[in-house]
């Protein structure tokens, strides 16, 4: 499953004039407190993209210091600082150390939001780089992508002459590191490298629907002030584990026991694509009797994601209770322990950690005390009874 993620964070932003002066503009504000490219890593990490690797060059000790020892969603920051400005393509070779086989590349001075793990589930030796494209009406001011089935075949020049409506590159890659063998200093990944690969035949692309937006204009940078705050916020779909994701095998822990309940995958993945974060709350008792760690807990759900992950699906976050009163051990034997269900504690978590829709989310479980939880938390509760998952979930989907 690929987890690693390389953000360009090292331009000038000269087109924003004093904003820029002397501040890297994906560190400018969107919301009080949240920087735009705190956006950014959010949407990759939510996503399960958790090494997190920062190629700075602009005041890059500035980006440095505000990612120093800072994790968002469970994912871990790096920063790079190149000593000198080596083109988009160039400074990749800054982190030829510790680059996965293959990783996303994107900027990180726009958003491009649509289903990531769609895009990477394949990979194989018949391409380098992937380009995840976008249709726009206007495609003068990027530049545009000639495509056949999945090749890419040639790149057009930003122009006012370039009408549209055309695919442009939506600036999300997924390369290999492989593509390293055609740098050997500066170079540019759009004007150099990827024409390269276009000649090799080893470039292709995919088109995607989504949310975009690059900040890199002032009035663009206050579009993003005016539709950040309402990107960020997303309904949630709420699921129960053991009954609902995985059969239930009673104190289900081994991922060599995961079975996925049918129609979840189609289901989750549907909801995925619909924008709503998909947050797991899961009574683990095992834990408190002894059967098995948190972090057995831990590996399982990592198993989860990287089944699905497979699928194109992910889930957003997992949310575990380990307490009964009636445990074997001390630390978890607490009795009506307010995460436990039907306590709404960890659903109340969710909504402290994540900007969540309240009124347009939902959960669906297998048991009574799922419902009973999800409606202390003011939310609607579904009883899975054996329907069909995938349109159980499509149909309340809003």
């Known amino acids: 499953m690929i987890k690693q993620i390389v ?27 949240i920087r735009f490219l705190d ?13 997190i690797i920062l190629l700075a060059g602009f005041c890059g000790e500035q980006i440095q210091e505000a990612y120093k020892n800072k994790e968002i969603y469970g994912a871990k920051i790096r920063v790079i600082i190149e000593p000198e400005p080596q083109g988009t393509g160039g400074a990749l070779l800054f982190g030829k150390d510790i680059l996965d086989e293959w990783f996303l590349m994107a900027n990180g001075d726009s958003i491009f939001d649509f289903n990531y793990r769609e895009f990477v589930k ?43 409506p055309a695919l442009i590159n939506g600036g ?19 004007s150099e490298i990827f024409p390269k690969l276009v000649a090799m035949g080893k470039l292709r692309g995919e088109q995607f629907n989504g949310y975009f937006l690059d900040m890199g204009l002032p009035n663009t940078y206050e579009q993003s002030r005016r539709e950040i705050p ?55 008792a095992g834990v408190a009797r002894g059967f098995y760690g948190l972090e057995d807990v831990d590996i399982f759900h990592n198993h989860i994601q990287c089944e699905l992950g497979k699928k194109g699906a992910y889930i957003d976050a997992f949310y575990s209770c380990p307490y009964h009163k009636e445990g074997n051990v001390p630390e978890f034997t607490i009795d009506n322990h307010p995460d436990r269900k039907p306590n709404s504690g960890m659903i109340l978590k969710a909504f402290n950690d994540w900007p969540i829709d309240k009124d347009k989310s939902f959960l669906i479980g297998d048991k009574n005390h799922d419902v009973e939880a999800a409606e202390r938390a003011g939310i609607k509760g579904i009883l899975y009874e054996g329907q069909d998952l995938a349109k159980l979930i499509k149909t309340n989907l809003i």
């Open 7 to 33: 953000l360009l964070v090292g331009g000038k932003g000269t087109r924003l004039g004093e904003l820029t002066k002397e501040t890297p503009k994906p560190l400018l504000e969107v919301e009080d407190g």
């Open 122 to 164: 394949n990979t194989n030796g018949e391409f380098i780089a992937k380009l995840a494209l976008r249709e726009v009406p206007d495609p003068a001011r990027f530049g545009a992508v000639t495509l056949n089935d999945e090749k890419i075949i040639g790149f057009k020049e930003k122009s006012e002459t370039l009408k549209g």
């Open 39 to 51: 956006v950014v890593i959010e949407n990759f990490a939510r996503q399960g993209f958790k090494d």
């Open 230 to 284: 309402q990107f960020r916020k997303k309904p949630a779909l709420f699921l129960d584990r053991d009954g609902v994701i995985n059969v239930d095998k009673g104190y289900t822990y081994r991922p060599d026991d995961l079975a996925f309940i049918d129609g979840i995958v189609d289901g989750i993945k549907t909801a995925n694509e619909a924008g709503y974060y998909v947050i797991v709350a899961t009574n683990q």
């Open 172 to 190: 999300i890659y997924l390369i290999s590191k492989n593509i390293l063998e055609l740098m050997n200093g500066p170079c540019s990944m759009e």
